[in-house]
T-cell receptor, first 109, second 115 residues
Framework: DQQVKQNSPSLSVQEGRISILNCDYT??????FLWYKKYPAEGPTFLIS?????DKNEDGRFTVFLNKSAKHLSLHIVPSQPGDSAVYFC????????FGTGTSLTVIP | DAGVIQSPRHEVTEMGQEVTLRCKPI?????LFWYRQTMMRGLELLIY????????DSGMPEDRFSAKMPNASFSTLKIQPSEPRDSAVYFC?????????????FGEGSRLTVL
C-alpha cells in the first residue's frame, strides 16, 4: 500500500514557466517531507525538504509547500530550466522512509 | 569526498544464478539502506542497517534475498536463486542520521537484468 503517492507520472513545461509537482500522503504522523531529483543512470539526489511544523520552504528556484489538512505536498520550480528535466521523487519520513513512484519532468526549451 | 560506491553498475544473468551486489557507504555514515526501483512501485526499501546491524528487513521480498554488512565500509545484497521478476535497479544509500532529517546519499545504482 503506497503511503506516498505521485499521481502524475509525467509533466511537460515550457522553459521559463512554472513547474508544479504534486504528492499526496496518507499518514498524518510523518515528520519530514523531501524531494529528490534523479537523472538517468544516476542515483537520486536530495533537493529540498520541509518539516511537518512548517508550511513552506524555499531554496532559490525551488519551493516546497505543505498542506497538512489535505495531506498534500507540492514542489514549485520557477523559472523552469532545461536542466531541471529529471525524475522527481517525493518522500516522507516517520518510523520509515517512504518514496513515491516519481514524476518525470521535461522542460522544453 | 567519494560518494556511495556500488558495483557492478550492470549485471545480466540467467534465471537461477546467484547475484551479489556490493556497496561502499560514505565514510562516517552509520546508516546504510538498500532500495529497489521499479516502474510500478518506485523506490522500495528492502533493508537498512545502523552501525552494521540490520534494523528493518521487512521490505526484503522473500527468502531468496539476503543482505549483510560485515563492517562499516561494506555491504552486500545477494539474490539466490535469481528470477526474471528481480530485474530492477538496486540502489544503496547511506546517511548520518537515519530517518531523522531524511537526507540520504545514493549510489549510482546497479541495474540487474535476469533473463
Amino acid at each position: 500500500d503506497q503511503q506516498v503517492k505521485q499521481n502524475s507520472p509525467s509533466l511537460s513545461v515550457q522553459e521559463g514557466r512554472i513547474s508544479i509537482l504534486n504528492c499526496d500522503y496518507t499518514n498524518s504522523m510523518f515528520d519530514y517531507f523531501l524531494w529528490y531529483k534523479k537523472y538517468p543512470a544516476e542515483g537520486p539526489t536530495f533537493l529540498i525538504s520541509i518539516s511537518s511544523i512548517k508550511d513552506k520552504n524555499e531554496d532559490g528556484r525551488f519551493t516546497v509547500f505543505l498542506n497538512k489538512s489535505a495531506k498534500h505536498l507540492s514542489l514549485h520550480i520557477v523559472p523552469s530550466q532545461p536542466g531541471d528535466s529529471a525524475v522527481y521523487f517525493c518522500a516522507a519520513t516517520g518510523n520509515q522512509f517512504y518514496f513515491g513512484t516519481g514524476t518525470s519532468l521535461t522542460v522544453i526549451p | 569526498d567519494a560518494g556511495v560506491i556500488q558495483s557492478p553498475r550492470h549485471e545480466v544473468t540467467e534465471m537461477g544464478q546467484e547475484v551479489t551486489l556490493r556497496c561502499k557507504p560514505i565514510s562516517g555514515h552509520d546508516y546504510l539502506f538498500w532500495y529497489r526501483q521499479t516502474m510500478m512501485r518506485g523506490l522500495e526499501l528492502l533493508i537498512y542497517f545502523n552501525n552494521n546491524v540490520p534494523i528493518d528487513d521487512s521490505g526484503m521480498p522473500e527468502d531468496r534475498f539476503s543482505a549483510k554488512m560485515p563492517n562499516a565500509s561494506f555491504s552486500t545484497l545477494k539474490i539466490q536463486p535469481s528470477e526474471p521478476r528481480d530485474s530492477a535497479v538496486y540502489f544503496c544509500a547511506s546517511s548520518l542520521s537515519g530517518y531523522i532529517t531524511g537526507e540520504l546519499f545514493f549510489g549510482e545504482g546497479s541495474r540487474l537484468t535476469v533473463l
